[in-house]
């Protein structure tokens, strides 16, 4: 996915500013997946047209509404819901969280293979790395992904330990889900799990009165264009270690460990949004914030 001409490059430059050092590995691992994706044939060569157009002015349009907006009333993050349950052995995490970003950008940091949109700031380190990705299949806005990722693990608070996950993923652009199942993880017996990102409308009880929307047009219709979308993102990850670590006190550390660095990772996705939002505009698009606001004093709608 591309948000618009230069926004990606533009998002990993920003969210990635503390990370100029990071080792070439994260370079050479790029280029190798590149590399695969051109010379094993992953993508097939009559994959179906895309049935979907996205928005890029609006997608632009949002952004630049965050920005403006969080120098006046910054967005505060509410903390990520987490709910565990056991069933047969199996641990069911259900997790939701609400960013200040939309949708579709979002979506994009959760999938795109470059920049780091899972930084620590306080501890000042990524906690998930891309380390190799090839496409498998792609069909217009789905696609099927063979990913390796390293998940940062604090051991009792000592020190940090990679943990390696190799898994199967499916993404679906055009409903903002995806799903994915393990090749390989460490002490997992299973280790799969879906997430999906659905608009927030926070502007709407303020601009749209009582006529609530039902989607992102009639929003932008009740709102005259000025409504922020932010993202709800629910993930349900269902895991089970191997003997003997299903047992206790041992499972009692996996389960803790695994619901505390799934709050991270959230956690961190939230501080990229906030990134993003303070982030000065790249040049390129201070012509289009500048039509925009000059249609505002119009009264007009540029939607």
């Known amino acids: 996915m591309r948000i618009f001409p230069g926004f990606g490059s533009w998002i990993s430059k920003n969210s990635q500013q503390p990370l100029k050092a990071e080792s070439k590995r994260s370079e050479n691992v790029e280029?190798?997946?590149?590399?695969?994706?051109?010379t094993n044939n992953n993508a097939p060569s009559n994959k179906k047209k895309k049935e979907y157009v996205y928005d890029e002015k609006e997608e632009m349009r949002q952004h630049i509404l965050w920005y403006e907006e969080?120098?006046?009333?910054?967005?505060?993050?509410?903390?990520?819901?987490?709910?565990?349950?056991?069933?047969?052995?199996?641990?069911?995490?259900?997790?939701?969280?609400?960013i200040g970003a939309a949708p579709e950008m979002t979506f994009l940091w959760l999938t795109e293979p470059g920049g780091s949109s899972f930084f620590d700031e306080k501890n000042w380190r990524v906690l998930m790395e891309n380390i190799k990705r090839k496409v498998l299949t792609e069909d217009g806005p789905r696609r099927v992904i063979k990913v390796e990722k390293a998940v940062v693990h604090d051991f009792f608070s000592l020190t940090t330990i990679?943990?390696?996950?190799?898994?199967?993923?499916?993404?679906?652009?055009?409903?903002?889900?995806?799903?994915?199942?393990?090749?390989?993880?460490?002490?997992?017996?299973?280790?799969?799990?879906?997430?999906?990102v659905e608009p927030v409308y926070v502007d709407q009880e303020r601009l749209c009165k009582k006529k609530l929307p039902k989607n992102q047009e009639e929003y932008k219709k009740c709102s005259g264009g000025q409504g922020k979308t932010a993202s709800k993102l629910t993930i349900n990850q269902y895991f089970e270690p191997y003997p003997p670590f299903n047992l206790p006190p041992l499972s009692w550390y996996i389960?803790?460990?695994?619901?505390?660095?799934?709050?991270?990772?959230?956690?961190?996705?939230?501080?990229?949004?906030?990134?993003?939002?303070?982030?000065?505009?790249p040049e390129d698009y201070e012509e289009f914030r500048a039509k925009m606001n000059s249609r505002n004093k119009a009264n007009s709608i540029f939607y």
Not at 31 to 38: N, P
Not at 184 to 194: A, Q, S
């Open 162 to 196: 990679p943990i390696p996950l190799h898994l199967i993923v499916e993404e679906n652009e055009k409903d903002l889900t995806g799903k994915y199942k393990k090749e390989k993880v460490m002490f997992m017996k299973v280790f799969e799990g879906n997430f999906k």
């Open 31 to 38: 280029s190798k997946s590149v590399s695969e994706k051109d």
């Open 255 to 281: 389960r803790g460990s695994t619901i505390q660095t799934s709050k991270n990772l959230l956690i961190a996705l939230q501080n990229t949004s906030k990134i993003i939002r303070t982030a000065k505009l």
């Open 70 to 98: 969080e120098k006046k009333h910054p967005w505060h993050n509410p903390p990520p819901k987490v709910k565990v349950t056991t069933k047969k052995g199996v641990y069911h995490m259900n997790l939701e969280v609400t």
